[in-house]
């Protein structure tokens, strides 16, 4: 299977950036880890913290991958672009947060991508990118 992860804005300073919510693991370490325990299969990982960026990966990617994992950071709330991408490909997303946006500030309950995403993982932390991919495990054997 090829699974392609994308994080947004920021997280690329997890494991710096405001521990208390976003834990004190790199991201190097997180995806690291998941590329190891998922050997068998095909996990790409990208990241950026430009808009155009992560709408070129989407359709790099979007017609190709089994699936995708995005954590679109701020984006999420800002983005219809990013997700005029997600309706334009063939390979379904997840959308993914680590922290629980619906108990943090007013505007992160606010996602412009949501509706075109198949399921959702919010505020399960870093644990959250392995139930991504194990949903798309399930989800492909179906």
């Known amino acids: 299977m090829h699974l392609c992860i994308i994080n947004g804005p920021n997280l690329n300073l997890v494991g710096t950036r405001e ?7 790199s991201m190097d370490e997180i995806i690291g880890e998941i590329i190891e325990y998922y050997s068998d299969h095909h996990i790409e990982y990208f990241q950026s913290n430009h808009e155009g960026h992560i709408i070129d990966k989407l359709h790099d990617v979007g017609f190709r991958a089994d699936g ?3 954590n679109a950071g701020a984006y999420t709330h800002t983005s219809i672009a990013i997700a005029d991408a997600i309706k334009a490909i063939t390979s379904p997303v997840i959308e993914l947060h680590i922290s629980d946006i619906n108990k943090r500030e007013s505007y992160r309950k606010v996602s412009y991508i949501k509706e075109v995403c198949i399921h959702h993982i919010i505020g399960k932390g870093v644990d959250g990118y392995k139930e991504g991919v194990e949903y798309f495990l ?3 054997s179906i």
């Open 19 to 25: 521990t208390s919510i976003y834990g004190s693991k």
């Open 68 to 70: 995708i994992i995005l």
């Open 138 to 140: 399930s989800y492909n």
